[in-house]
């Protein structure tokens, strides 16, 4: 069973904007902290933004503060990467990532290999 789709990936010149989607099954998208996770070519994987159901907490990596912004839809199941001013060091594959169950984002960023549920991944590109 899919438990987390994404999509709403695809190329942009720098400067410009894309909003990601992860569609969860009902349970994760409850108790369940979603991290949005991307890995370029040859680097490490990045934990970006998080959001948690739980206790609220959310957190943004200091490379994308101020340009992108984390969001849930609650009648759609659905978290949201609002990402603004996109730079070429942006592009990577994005994957949404679930925690929990009941887990915080405080943290969160150091623990990527304990994430329980991932996502295919959505390509994006930024490039003139």
């Known amino acids: 069973q899919v438990q987390l789709v994404e999509t709403g990936g695809g190329r942009v010149q720098p400067g410009g904007s894309l909003r990601l989607s992860c569609a969860a099954s009902?349970?994760?998208?409850?108790?369940?902290?979603i991290m949005w996770v991307r890995q370029a070519p040859g680097k490490e994987r990045e934990g970006v933004s998080c959001?948690?159901?739980?206790?609220?907490?959310?957190y943004d990596a200091d490379s994308v503060k101020g340009r992108f912004t984390v969001s849930r839809d609650n009648a759609k199941n659905t978290v949201y990467l609002q990402m603004n001013s996109l730079k070429p060091e942006d592009t990577a594959v994005y994957y949404c990532a679930a925690d929990g169950p009941y887990a915080s984002c405080r943290g969160a960023a150091s623990r990527l290999r304990d994430y329980d549920y991932w996502g295919q991944g959505t390509q994006v590109t930024v490039s003139s």
């Open positions: 959001i948690s159901s739980s206790d609220g907490s959310r």
């Open positions: 009902r349970f994760i998208f409850d108790y369940y902290a």
